[in-house]
């Protein structure tokens, strides 16, 4: 694959071999013209008025070989100039296209990552509300404060199973019971589909950091 700097180096010397040709072509006019005009004097005699209209003639000539070469050199500029960029138009109408596609394909990719990491997270969710006592810490977050009986009522449980889902609940650090009240009431402390203050997911792990914890369990 060619670089920039080897097509800059192939159009330089292209440029530098035309104008050498248009060079040579108006070098061998301007000798041709001066040979002419030796073999027209040779062996005459010349006024001054000859060789002054001579001269003012092979000035005219050399002006006309220079204005010339100079109109020469300049089309030929123009003409490779406008191919070159031509060319680079077009490069750059072929890398905005791809960039473009690119572009999209990259959107669409990411689109269908969120929506896969969507679809993950509700099947996550389900998942997870599936288990009995995340399902019974549903009803708990709910109404912040509740006592067994109204866990029973919601859940259409009977005290047995909600009491060890109780347990297991206070000891993964979601829920504090408060036996000071009568009857007893589960509080609320956290969910582990809740999010914490840096927007991270939180895992299913006990919660250390309460300031109920460690908290005793309460025998049935």
């Not at 002419?36 to 209209?53: A, N, P, R, V, Y």
């Not at 000539?61 to 138009?89: F, I, M, P, W």
């Not at 490069?91 to 896969?116: K, Q, Y």
């Not at 009568?182 to 250390?208: F, G, K, Q």
């Amino acid at each position: 694959m060619t670089t920039t700097d080897d097509n800059a180096a192939r159009m330089t010397l292209r440029i530098a071999g035309v104008f050498q040709e248009i060079r040579d072509i108006w070098t061998k006019r301007i000798d041709a013209y001066y040979t002419q005009i030796g073999s027209l004097i040779e062996g005459q005699q010349l006024e001054t008025e000859d060789f002054l209209g001579i001269i003012r003639e092979s000035r005219l000539a050399s002006r006309e070989a220079l204005d010339g070469l100079g109109n020469d050199l300049s089309a030929e500029l123009v003409h490779t100039s406008n191919g070159v960029v031509a060319r680079y138009e077009a490069m750059r109408s072929s890398l905005v296209e791809e960039i473009v596609d690119l572009r999209n394909e990259i959107g669409s990719l990411t689109s269908g990552d969120e929506n896969a990491l969507r679809r993950e997270n509700i099947a996550l969710k389900d998942a997870v509300f599936s288990v009995p006592e995340f399902k019974l810490l549903q009803v708990i977050q709910k109404y912040r404060r509740v006592t067994y009986d109204q866990l029973c009522d919601e859940t259409n449980q009977k005290k047995s199973p909600v009491r060890k889902l109780v347990k297991e609940l206070m000891k993964r650090g979601y829920i504090h019971i408060d036996k000071k009240s009568r009857p007893h009431a589960i509080v609320y402390l956290t969910a582990p589909w809740t999010r914490n203050t840096s927007n991270d997911p939180e895992i299913l792990e006990p919660h250390t950091s309460s300031p109920y914890l460690p908290a005793q369990v309460e025998h049935q």
